[in-house]
């Protein structure tokens, strides 16, 4: 595929080491043609990092061996959440996907020879309603419980409150299976999730209390770094350097996170300075300028409108360091934009969602600042035009077409100041 160069503007060396996009196909399974397409439009775009999320609570994408259920049962649900907030339906279709570990190889080989690395991600310990489908004994309050509780992966988005237990057995699980991911992908960094790990199961949980106490830790926050610590270690002792969100850092200390670690910043800014503080790596993916499923307009056209408005003009203002601390600037490897799939169910709305806001983002991630807006607009009719080539059913810049929206289908919508008052509740204890 031609690079883009002659539409987009990439100056000189790129600004930073770590130019991503995340997809996350465990909402969605995404056939893989459709990877390899996506390699090559990021390899077109100057971007060098694919961060694949296999697991959530709706759905477990890697074949594991030593844990067949993992991808039979946690691979399949019977129905999925259509639209999002307190109207939202269950569209009543099953949705099943996994990928083998020979077909993940291949993936690998592909994007290493375009110039990309595929950083897998399996996220623990929450998120888990997957695994607990097909494994409830790695639940909190014993199988027969989870099993009452959870019959398959989750129909529903949001976030679980489905967390694994904390056991040495739960923890060789979690070991077993990043040591057939390290088999297949070769990528140095491994993702280990670490977000929004809800702590009311082991608050509530005499025997998780137990093991807390034992191991002499205060309180849940400082479990979840126990359980982050004990894997990241695992993966240190296979020379592999770990990637989680900034929730990670909560309860965390030297003694419990590798000083390798390397902190995803997806709720604003404060998970970045923590990190680059306590020496860390940092990787910005702030949702305010990043997250590539939220709503590209206030028009209530746009399909199943969440989050707050992100427009194209929004990502090509996008200036990662703005008021960045000395210490922060001097710890970021780079950007990622996140593509969450909860809603794009389909290679189409995965492309109006993605396009054009991409070749904004991946301008900023080369040349390491906002772009000049006049300018890109300039070249804007050429990446466009580049897209319709190459078959990407991007986003009208005038708004959706009638058959990319999705009348009925209710959204949730956010606004700037509330999201901005939730960020600020959510990392107000992050220190
Ligand atoms: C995230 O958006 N939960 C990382």
Request: overall charge negative.
């Amino acid at each position: 595929m031609t690079h883009l160069a002659a539409a987009l503007r990439f100056d000189g060396e790129p600004a930073y080491a770590w130019r991503g996009v995340l997809l996350d196909v465990a909402r969605r399974f995404r056939p893989l043609p459709e990877l390899r397409r996506l390699v090559d439009l990021l390899a077109a775009h100057g971007l060098n990092v694919l961060q694949l999320h296999l697991t959530d609570d709706q759905g477990w994408r890697i074949e594991v061996r030593a844990f067949p259920r993992l991808a039979e049962v946690g691979g399949r649900r019977s129905q999925t959440q259509l639209g999002h907030g307190p109207d939202a339906t269950l569209d009543g279709v099953p949705h099943t996907g996994w990928y083998t570990q020979g077909e993940l190889r291949e993936l690998v080989a592909y994007a290493a020879a375009r110039g990309i690395r595929i950083v897998p991600e399996v996220d623990l310990p929450g998120h888990a309603t997957a695994i607990l489908a097909a494994y409830p004994e790695f639940g909190v309050g014993g199988a027969e419980a989870v099993r009452a509780r959870v019959a398959e992966p989750w129909t529903r988005f949001g976030v679980s409150d489905e967390v694994l237990n904390v056991e040495e057995s739960t923890v060789a699980f979690a070991c077993a299976v990043l040591d057939e991911v390290c088999d297949v992908f070769d990528s140095d960094v491994i993702g280990i999730g670490g977000d929004e790990v809800r702590k009311e199961r082991w608050h509530d949980d005499a025997r998780t209390q137990q093991l807390m106490h034992e191991r002499g830790l205060v309180d849940e926050r400082e479990l979840q770094a126990w359980f982050l610590g004990r894997v990241a270690a695992h993966l240190a002792a296979r020379g592999r350097r770990v990637l989680g969100w900034d929730e990670m850092l909560e309860g965390a200390d030297a003694s419990r996170l590798p000083g390798d670690a390397i902190v995803a910043s997806w709720r604003g800014p404060v998970g970045a300075e923590l990190g680059a503080r306590l020496g860390h790596d940092v990787l910005l993916c702030p949702d305010l300028w990043t997250y590539l499923d939220y709503r590209q307009s206030d028009d209530p056209c746009e399909p199943i409108p969440v989050g707050t408005v992100l427009a194209l003009e929004d990502v090509a203002s996008f200036d990662p360091l703005a008021g960045a601390s000395a210490v922060l600037r001097s710890h970021v490897v780079g950007v990622q934009a996140n593509v969450w799939c909860e809603h794009l169910d389909s290679r189409e709305r995965f492309d109006y969602a993605v396009f054009p806001r991409l070749g904004a983002f991946a301008e900023v991630a080369w040349n390491g600042g906002p772009l000049d807006w006049d300018s890109f607009t300039e070249r804007l009719p050429g990446y466009l035009a580049w897209l319709e080539s190459r078959g990407v059913d991007f986003r009208p810049l005038d708004g959706p077409r009638p058959d990319q929206q999705r009348p009925g289908v209710p959204g949730m919508p956010r606004d700037r100041a509330s999201r901005l008052a939730e960020l600020a509740r959510l990392t107000a204890d992050l220190r």
